[in-house]
Each structure stands twice: as C-alpha cells, then as structure tokens.
C-alpha cells in the first residue's frame, strides 16, 4: 500500500545530542514536510522540500536541519541547539495541483531524557 | 500573514446527530485553500475535505460538508449523522495562493476542536 512511514514511533534524545527521525514516502509526491506539534496545539512548519536537492526553511526552523537526496526520503534532524525539542513530530507529501491535499505520517514523539 | 482561529476547544454531540466545527480565517491573498483534517488518539493526519477560495459550491465528501461564507471569512465543518469513530481532534487550515506557486503546500492550521461523540 501506498503511504508515508514515519520512524521511529517513540524516540529519546539526551541533552546536547542530535537525533534523525526518518520519513519515507512510496507516493511518487514531489513535495514533502515537517510539521511540529506542542500538545493541544495546531501544526507548525518546520522545513518543506518542492523537489530533490531542494528545501526551505518554515516558521520555526531554527534548531532543526534536513536533506533531500532522493524523491522518496526527507531525515529531520533535531540538533542540540533546539532547546525545546520535546514534541510530535508530522511528515507529509503532496502532489502538485489545486487542491494539493497534504497526506501525513503517523508522527514520532521525540522526548527529552 | 495568514491565521486560523478555531474558537472551540472542546464540543460535544449524540451520536446520529450533526454538529458544527466552526473556523474563521484571514487572508490578505485574493486566492487560497481551505482544508479540513482529522486526528485519531493515534496521531496520524486525515485529510476530510477541501473548498477553493473561487469554487461556488461548498464541499462535500460523504457525511462531511464545508459552510464556506467567504464575506464572513468562515469555513465551519459539518459532520452529519456522527458516529462514535468521528471522536477526535479536528484541524481547520488554510494554504494561500493558486495552484503551486512560492506557498506550495504551507499549510497554516488552527488550534484545533476536540469532538466527542456520545453513544
């Protein structure tokens, strides 16, 4: 089945330690994004890719890298220098077109030990 | 800057009834997208319907329809004849612009609405 796998479901980061939450998309979508969410919060954007080798920064993006190598893949990177990492975290692609509706992942919650 | 408020944190409804999950939303772009998502306890994001700021007729997709006032800036989601399966948060959110374009995909939500669905 197609969709968008998000691993992994649970993760731990240690004070002044980087950690990679994967996303994986077998849609064939050009575009793909990270969204953030606090608890009982809407989603805020972190980074968005339109294409391979290409990606912008959202609203809150600082503290927070990524890549896109390859059409299918988009790594998040919670670095050390997000204070405030502790969230769920939201990946999505779209395809290109008017009502470029976003399908999502199932998230990972990241916690800080 | 574009902005969602969702004005009820929290409604409730019997099952087989309809409810209401209002949304207001300012734009100063002459053409956007308005998307409705719902969010299961399990987390993940499912996307329920979609109105164009120049479509003429509100959306619909089964038991969902979409009361677009665009004078007043609404985009309320109606759910008829709920089901205990419709419990869970709900996300109004807004994409500004046409099709593609420098706001591809940057969808801005709101805070979202609990639902609770009686038996």
């Known amino acids: 089945d197609g969709g968008i796998t998000q691993s992994p479901k649970y993760l731990f980061r240690k004070e002044g330690q980087n950690v990679t939450l994967s996303c994986e998309q077998n849609?064939?979508?050009?575009?793909m994004y990270w969204y953030r969410q606090d608890p009982g919060q809407g989603l805020r954007l972190i980074y968005y890719?339109?294409?391979?080798?290409?990606?912008q920064k959202g609203d809150i993006a600082e503290g927070y890298s990524v890549s896109r190598e390859k059409k299918e893949s988009f790594p998040l990177t919670v670095t050390s220098a997000q204070k405030n990492p502790t969230a769920f975290y939201l990946c999505?692609?779209?395809?290109?077109?008017?009502?470029?509706?976003?399908?999502f992942g199932s998230g990972t919650q990241l916690s800080v030990l | 800057a574009q902005k969602i408020t969702q004005t009820q944190p929290g409604m409730f409804v019997q099952e087989k009834e309809a409810v209401t999950l209002d949304c207001t939303y300012d734009?100063?772009?002459?053409?956007?997208?308005l998307f409705w998502y719902k969010q299961p306890s399990s987390g993940e994001m499912i996307f329920l319907i979609y109105q164009g700021s120049y479509d003429q007729q509100n959306a619909t997709e089964g038991r969902y329809s979409l009361n677009f006032q665009k004078a007043r800036k609404s985009a309320n989601l109606v759910i008829s004849a709920s089901q205990l399966g419709d419990s869970a948060m709900y996300f109004c959110a807004m994409r500004p612009g046409g099709a593609g374009g420098t706001s591809y995909g940057k969808l801005t939500f709101g805070q979202g609405t609990i639902l609770t669905v009686h038996p």
């Open positions: 734009t100063s772009d002459p053409s956007y997208g």
């Open positions: 849609l064939n979508h050009d575009a």
């Open positions: 890719s339109q294409i391979v080798n290409d990606f």
């Open positions: 999505a692609s779209s395809t290109t077109g008017y009502n470029e509706k976003l399908f």
